[in-house]
């Protein structure tokens, strides 16, 4: 593959940026036209709500109408035009839960700004990977420049040490991620890092308590806890902690576990039996360690990778779940007291991918903006739901600054080459 996409690689980066467009908004139009076969063999691979995987398709089809319009732009500083130039072949290592736009929000603006691209999907949703290769084929993407190798984690590794790759991006966990950095940076390759978290909301006492415990709800049990913008951990200011504990519970209750295909389900089973072990243990652990169980999604005993979602207040402040990302629904939640140094509790993880902050005071939201550390804050809304136009990022073990999302992402996906001496470019900015 990675000879077919170095060997693709001139004739696709002398390509116009009106024919590279035109191969996305058709591809745009396949995947629209295949949504509900697409989804049906996201919800069979992964266990996505079928809702969710429909989403997942309509933004993957937005995303790459998105990259057509948006392509690098040629920007006059100085006396210099600067120019995006493509880095060649660019290696995609991504994960299951997102097997659709989160690969395509690495290889869309990559082809767009006229790389080549062998993209490692996840060995658990490689069907989903042969359906958008094929989709992109059927657009007209020549051969070559778009391959895949499917496999686990040594053809992974195996990818990003090939001396034909050019550039790598990779979303997955914070071990492996660490790991391809290594590689990346024995050969100063431009590397962009997706890593895990463990996101907090922080609620304050003023509050809109329902609205805070709607969006904890949401972005707790979205992709049935298995996102890295998942909330995993809540701050609540004392005097309302056993109200939003209340509040929170009952929307746990409150939640349809079954099938992931059918339209009343609103919690569905983990990507493995194995996730659910660990889930269950997890929590077991907490509980032994002095932590009480304060909501827990209905029982379902028929789905054996089923793990309800579990609210545990009080966890030990050695507990792993403070320091490990579990992928699934568990939430701790704390409280703090009046006055408290908040932000240092929120910061205290390893991990700065998302946080949340609910307050109607503006004074509040302005100081958690100053003193989170986290690539995305949201203000008294979810702490996963992002746009597509925005960077999307992660500090300390979350990712290494470098962003998807995007006009952001050509930053890690080109290299800029300062022209003198010339007219007005073509593309010019």
Known sequence: AVARAAAAGPAWSATSVGERAAVLRRFADGVEGDADALADLIVAEVGKLRSEALGEVEWTALSARYYADHPPVVRRRGGALVR??????????????????????????????????????????????????????EAGLPPGVLGTV??????????????????????????????????????????????????????????????????VAAASTAINGQKCTATRRVLVEAGVHGAFVDLLAARYAALRPGDPSSPGTTLGPLITQEARRRADEAVARAVRGGARVAGQAPPLSDVAAYAPATLLDGLAPDDPLRIEELFAPVVSVDAFAPGADVWTLANDTPYGLSAAVHTCDP???????????????ALNRRGDAV?????????KDSGNGRPEGGEYVYASLTNAQAVYGAARGPGEG
């Not at 004074?363 to 986290?374: D, K, N, P, S, V």
């Not at 746009?387 to 500090?395: C, I, N, R, S």
């Open 84 to 137: 995006s130039r493509p880095l060649g072949v660019v290696a995609a290592v991504t994960p299951w839960n997102v097997p659709l736009v989160t690969p395509a929000w690495k290889w869309l603006p990559a082809l767009m700004a006229g790389n080549t691209v062998v993209w490692k999907p996840s060995e658990l949703s490689s069907g989903t990977a042969v359906a958008a290769e094929r989709h992109l084929g």
């Open 150 to 215: 499917l496999g686990g984690a040594e053809e992974g590794r195996a990818l990003c040490a090939d001396r034909r790759v050019r550039g790598i991006s990779f979303t997955g966990s914070s071990a492996a991620g660490r790991e391809i950095g290594r590689q990346a940076a024995d050969r100063f390759l431009p590397c962009a890092l997706e890593m895990s978290g463990i996101n907090v909301a922080v609620v304050f006492a003023d509050a809109d308590l329902d609205l805070a415990a709607d969006c």
């Open 363 to 377: 004074g509040t939201a302005a100081a958690g903006l100053e003193r989170l550390e986290a690539g995305i804050v």
């Open 387 to 395: 746009d597509l136009e925005a960077p999307f990022a992660g500090v």
